[in-house]
């Protein structure tokens, strides 16, 4: 069974910092990357940023320069450290999981975290 849990979302003004965590635990399979997504509402859910598990990260040109993704492989932890924030970051931020076993690939969500950027 596979289980992802997210927190640290939160109220902050425009300017401050919020950093989220995600834990994924996949019994024996292998967390292949760990991505961050938002979702404002009435828009469509967009990828933020990713790290796979040689610690390689990929950022979206919304937030390359503010956020900064990072992971910790024994805890199969990721996190986003958010700075500069501002109000259009408002959205529930997901976090995903790439869980590999054998040949296949399948992608995990957790439930989801509450960000608001009060201006």
């Known amino acids: 069974q596979v289980q992802i849990v997210e927190s640290g979302g939160g109220l902050v003004q425009a300017g401050g910092s919020l950093r989220l965590s995600c834990t994924a635990s996949a019994d024996t399979r292998t967390i292949t990357y760990i991505g961050w997504y938002r979702q404002a509402t009435g828009k469509q859910r967009e990828w933020v940023a990713s790290?796979?598990?040689?610690?390689?990260?990929y950022y979206s040109d919304s937030v390359k320069g503010r956020f900064i993704v990072s992971g910790d492989t024994s805890k199969n932890t990721a996190y986003l450290q958010m700075n500069s924030l501002r109000p259009d970051d408002t959205a529930v931020y997901y976090c995903s999981a790439g869980v590999t076993e054998g040949i296949l690939t399948r992608t995990y969500w957790g439930q989801g975290t509450q960000v608001t950027i009060s201006s």
């Open positions: 790290v796979d598990r040689v610690g390689d990260t």
